[in-house]
Each structure stands twice: as C-alpha cells, then as structure tokens.
C-alpha cells in the first residue's frame, strides 16, 4: 500500500475519509472518556475502531537463549532445555510453557532484531542520536501522538516502572511535551542508575498526587482552573503557534481527566480472582493496571520489567523471572483476547539489548547487540517466526531487523503511516521512520 | 583557578596513588603467613569444559566428575596427562553427583537422576527424580545405603541406593519465596554418622531431617545469605552445606549480596550453626566479589574448607573456626564449583570453569 503525496510537505494538512471519521470517532470515545464502558455501544464502539499498543519492555537485556531462541546441548546454550511450542518446528525455552502453548494464536516471534550493545535509550529513540539540532521522539511519543483521540479525558501515554534502575523514559523531543509519558516509578521521579539496593521494591500503580490535596474542594479547584485557562487564553493571544505555551496549558488542561482517571489506576476495582490471575509481583499488578488503561482508551502504554543485566548469576535470575514474564504476557494475551481487545491491540516485547552467547565467570552473560522481540496481537500475523540466529546463537544467519524496521512494523500494524512527517522546531520534515524504511510485510497480517 | 580536584590530580599523579584516589584499583591483601597445611604436591587434571560436581574415589587419586557438557569423566589425577575416561550422561548440565558403593548416582538440569554401575560405565535406572524441575545436588549416606536429592520442587528426596525406591519425601521447605517467586532447593548433606540429612534453600534456610524417620527435627536460617532488592531480583540462597564431624553444627554458605546483576561489591559468607539450639556461632563474611558455592569441615581439626565459585575469589580457604578467620587459601585461578576432602584428610579435590586440581596437604 503506497500512502498519498503530501500538498505541501506537511502530513497535518493531508485529511482523508477514513482519517476524518476515524477522528471523529475517537473524538466522541474521547470525550465521553471513562464513561465508555458504562454505556456499551460506545465501549463496543472503541473496541472496533481505535488501535493502541502495549509495550512490555524489559530492561537490562533479557537472555535471548532463556527465552525466545534457546541452543541447548551447545556450548553457548546454557543448561536449560528447549521446548516445543504450538508453532510447529519452533521451541522455546521450557521456562515458558505457557507461551509455548498459545503462541500461534496471537504471536509472532522476531530472532534476528539488532541491538545496542549498552544501557541507553538508544533502542528506544530508533537508534537516532540524543544530541544535534533535532531532538527525535522516543516510539511511544509517535505512537501516542497518532493514535491519540483528539480531546481525550485519558491520559495518552503511561509508562509504569517497578523497579528503581535504568527505565529509560520516553521523551516526545520536538513533538511537544504533550506527548511526553506519565511516568508512573517507584519513587515518582526520575531514579537514579544501578547499583541501587532497596530491602523492598517500591509498588506504584498510580501517578503520584493524582487526587484534589486536603482542603481543597473539587468547586474551588474548578473555579481556579477555569481562571487559570482564561487569563491563559488571553496571553495565548498572538501566540498560537508557540509549541511550549501549547504544551503548558494542555498539561493543565488535561489534570481533570488525569483526576477523573484515577479509578483507572486503582487495581482495587478488579475482582480477587482477576488480581490473582496476574500474579501478586509488582510486574503483574502493573500489567493489570495497564490493561485496564488500554481497555479505557489510552493509546499507549508501557510496563516495564528488569532488571535482566545478569552479568552474574544470569541462570538463577532468569530461572526467577522469565516464569514471571511467561505467565503474566499468556494471561496478558488471554485476558485482552476475552475482552474483544486484542483485535485492536498490539502487545509487543522489546529491550535495549540481548545477552551474549559466551557464559563469563561469574555465570553470566554480557552485553550482546543482538535480541528477540515479539508482536502480539492487532496487525500482526500469528503464528510467523521471523528471522534466525546461527547453531550457537553467535550470530544473525538471516533477515537482520533494524530499529527503523521494528519501529515501522509497529507502527503498520496499528494503522500508522510509518512515514508520515512532522515538522520539527525549526519548520523541517521528519518522518516517523528514516526515508525508505520498509516494514516487515511477512509479519504484518 | 586550580580547583581542589585538580589539587588532589596533581598530588596523586606525583605520589603515583592516582588509581588508588581512584578507586580504580584495589591494594593487594597482605600475604597470609603460612598456614597449617603443607602442600606436599599440586595435580592438575585434563577436563574439557566446566566441572560442576566431583566425588572422589576412596583410596585412590582419582574422582569423578560432572560437567557442563553433560558428560561424567573419570580424573585421574596421579596421570595428569591421561584423557580422561568421559561418557555422555546428561542432555544437560551435570549438577551433582553421588558415590554409593560401585554405584555412582547423578543429577542433572535435565530433571533426571541416574544410576550407574560404574564398571561397566552403564546406565542402571533412570528417575524423572524432582515433577521436571532441575534437580540440584546429590548426597549419599556413609554408609552408601542411601541416596538424597534435591530439586526445585522443594522436595528432598530419600532413595535406596541399590533398588532406586523411593524411601522419604521430605517436604517442608516454602515453595515461594515471600515476594511470592519460586524458590530453589540447593543442597544436601548427610550427617557423618548417617542419622540426619539437611537441606537448604534460596531463602538461605536448611531443614534437619532424621533419616530413619523422615521427621523434620531442625530448622535453622541464615538471612544474609538472601536479599530480595529494589530492582527485582531475589538473589543469593544456601548453595552449600555440611555438619560438623560430630553432627552438631551446620554450616551454610553463599553470599551477601551487592549489586546484584554483577556480583560486585558482594562478600562469601559462611554462617554456622548450633542447630540443635538454633543459635548462630559463626558469621563470617569475606570481602571478595563472589559465592562460597561449596564447603567441607576438616574430619580431626576445628577447620572447615569452602571454595569460592563466582567473582574474583577463585581459591578454597581454610578457616579456623576457633579464631574466626582464615588461616590458609589454595588458589585455583579459576572459579570453583565444587569441592572434596577424603577421609583421611590428606587430599583436597577442587573442580570449576575449565580446571580440576587436587592438592596433597600434610599438617
């Protein structure tokens, strides 16, 4: 499918049928926002039309060999057994047997997805540089900016942490700060790098102050705002193309929602048998808040998991926490797919890096720039292996993906024009993905 | 303006301490004075790949054991240039393994438990031993009447060691930890006199059972040898265990952890108990990044041996456990993963990554 030349070099002016009711309704889901499900034509109505993506990101570099693309009985293979899944000819670590059952549902598995080689949000950015002129959106930036439903009561963009190490935040950069996450962490701001011990990991579920403070009554805080976006819109006079001024007063523009939205957030409104089905670690818990975002609308969320950096100990530590991931990602996919979701949502897993094949003396692995990663879900094509490594795993032995590449294919199968263009600060047009990028078409439905 | 630093540059450039001001780099220990032990003779054996696991063969110089490769290979020490006798055991790793008379016994990540006759070099029976959970380590009783194993199903396993029957289910270590993620059973030990078998688990807690009954009849737990951090990782665990000579204490090693991706900044630790008593009578944590992954007391004397397996120890020291330090190391180079005193005490086997020593001491 080839996308429509632009009049003027600017996607913003390029308005389609489809794109116009498309819009519109995502205005009306918007807008009613977290009484969707209270009246189900629209609930139903959402479900059909407006596309989102979870990503689960798992940071530090999860072991490619203790997951997606095990080599037992070779010297890099570790000592865990492979098992075969419901792909046929495709096995798994046997520390996911869960997803070893369901994967051709709703799956499918990238083996040869190039990487970083250090701890950065390089992977995060498409590979594009953190310094220069242009500072580039992160993915989850682009995704929210285009899925986004114009008015929206809930937020756009979610990112969770359940841990205090490296998360690697999104940034929307040029786009505006509009875009930039809600970022729920452990201590609800920026956290410092490892090493960093805690006895306890910190839950958080919600966005911190998401609630009126003591004192202050929900009449009082409406008349402030409403004078806040008054004199606002006076000095907004003149200045309507000034991003940072936009970005401000959307910021406070949309705390009602953020507000209004707090039940979202509250995994007390689950059922017991619900709760337990995720799991009671902090990863499962957030999932579950996740999903209840994605159910309400928010077009982008992402759940974070590490830390997986096992220079030592890499066999206890992924003996611990793949079961973890094997288990909430099937129920994850289970509950999205019962729920009529999982046709509009894609669930993919990605990280900075994968491990090396080389087992160091500490019984771990390093730093390897090469990894799997997975879509599940809306846009993609179950089922579909793509890309191998060598016997050992040293290696990609074909179809290497780049960052540029998995981005576009996110990106197509949620319904993005993977090069349509924004303009930077200085007026310049930057794709979402490089000049020329091409999707995976064999993973794409 | 010359800044502080740039002082403080300046002087350690000039005093040649600019990697200790650093902390780049570390000052070299003190030499130990020399310790009880003499080494009369150091043998090195040929292995390929990494040894896991090693029981020596009384009387003899020399051992078998399990590797990484899945192989069993007989080390004969006493002709360091033989290729050593090796047959496929495992599709995985060799985790441990256990001489019971002729009767060799190994447990491998493959979930299996083994019988060889170990003339013949061939297969006896074969258990799924542990519901296809890793099974970690083997031990047998002194008398070789009897096999223990232990897997991640938490359960502790007693087996005849001649039918291969299963004799107990020992079952009373938690199969989660609290922050709710599976535990690892990673070790047992039987008693010198063969009346109790202990245990111990990730959470650094060893279970007494009394052979004959199967009754649980003590409970101890080491807290430092597990912490449960920020970034979601549980780590550490008794790795390995062992009864005084007289039964009545139990020592537990592994590690205090630092960060705990990397190993750095992480002490070995041996905690031992009366366990009896549940009283702690030792904790004695060494300052080298790693895991004490395996331990023998010495038969006679108040000394107890433990081999560093992870990090930058790569030696077995020797602690007298009446002074509370270390006395004497034996350094390996290489990480260690198990270790073997024979009865006598006058030989000391040490397996790891690529290596296999054995050492002929004398007092």
Known sequence: MTFRKKTCGSSEHFVDRRAFLGAAGAFLGGAYGLNAFAQPALGQQLQRDQ?????????????????????????????????????????????????????????????????????????????????????????????????????????????????????????AGFLGATWNPINITPNGSRPVMPPFMFSEPILRLAPPANTLPPGLSDADHREREALRAELGSRFGVGRERDGVLLSHGGAYGRVRGLMESARLFDIGQESASMRARYGSTPFGQQMLVARRLIEAGVPYVRVNRGWWDHHGQNFEFHQEMVPELDHVMSVLLEDLQERGLLRNTLVATF??????????????????????????????????????????????????????????????????DHQKENLNTDGRPVPLTDYGTQPIAEVLA | MITRSLWTLILCLATGTFAFAQGKEKKPAPPLPPGPLTVKATQEAKVSGDILCVVPIPGTGKAYAGGSKGKISLLDFDNPKSTPDTWDAHVSYVSGLALAGKVLVSAGSDHKLIWWNTETKEKIREIVAHDKKWIRGVASSPDGKLVASVGDDMVCRLWD???????????????????????????????????????????????????????????????????????????????????????????????????????????????????????????????????????????????????????????????????????????????????????????????????????????
């Open chain 2, 161 to 363: 060691a001649g039918s291969g029957k299963r004799v107990h289910d020992l079952v009373g270590h938690d199969k989660l930890i609290p922050q709710t993620f599976v535990s690892k059973l990673y070790c047992c030990r039987f008693s010198a006199d063969g009346k109790y078998l202990a245990s111990g688990d990730q959470t650094g807690t060893a279970i007494v059972w009394e052979v004959a009954s199967g009754k649980q009849v003590g409970k101890v737990r080491a807290p430092h040898l597990m912490q449960f951090d920020g970034n979601g990782h549980s780590y550490g665990g008794c790795r390995a265990l062992a009864f005084s000579p007289d039964g009545s204490h139990l020592a537990l090693v592994g590690n205090i952890a630092g960060d705990t991706s990397t190993i750095l900044g992480s002490k070995a630790l041996v905690h031992i108990f009366d366990w009896k008593a549940d009283k702690e009578t030792h904790y004695l944590p060494v300052k080298i990044n790693g895991f004490f992954e395996s331990v023998q007391y010495h038969p006679k004397e108040p000394w107890l041996f433990a081999g560093c397996g992870a990090g930058d120890g790569k030696k077995v020291v020797l602690f007298d456990l009446d002074k509370k330090a270390i006395v004497q190391e034996f350094p390996v180079g290489r990480p260690i993963l198990d270790i073997a005193l024979n009865a006598s005490a006058d030989a000391l086997v040490a397996v790891g990554r690529t290596k296999a020593l054995r050492w002929q001491l004398s007092k």
């Open chain 1, 51 to 171: 596309k989102r993506v979870l990503m689960i990101f798992l940071n530090g570099g999860m072991s490619q060999y203790e997951s997606w693309d095990p080599k037992p009985g070779t010297t890099t293979g570790g000592p865990f057994q492979s098992i075969p899944t419901s792909i046929p000819g495709y096995r798994i670590s046997e520390l996911m047997p869960r997803m070893a059952a369901c994967l051709h549902r709703h799956t499918a598995v990238i083996r040869s997805q190039l990487a970083v080689s250090d701890h950065n949000d390089a992977t995060i950015f498409g590979g594009k540089p953190k310094t220069g002129p242009v500072r580039y959106p992160s993915l989850g930036s682009m995704i929210a900016k285009e899925l986004a439903s114009p008015n929206s009561q809930v937020p756009h963009h979610v990112m969770f942490t359940n841990y205090p190490g490296a998360n690697y935040f999104e940034n």
């Open chain 1, 351 to 416: 990280s900075e890096m994968g491990r090396t094949p080389s087992i160091n003396d500490n019984n771990g692995r390093d730093h390897f720039p090469r990894m799997s990663v997975t879509l599940s879900g809306c846009g993609v094509r179950p089922g579909v292996v793509y890309g191998s490594t060598n016997n050992d795993g040293t290696n990609i032995a074909n179809n290497p993906v780049s960052l540029q590449q998995f981005f576009a294919t996110v990106m197509r199968a949620v319904g993005i």
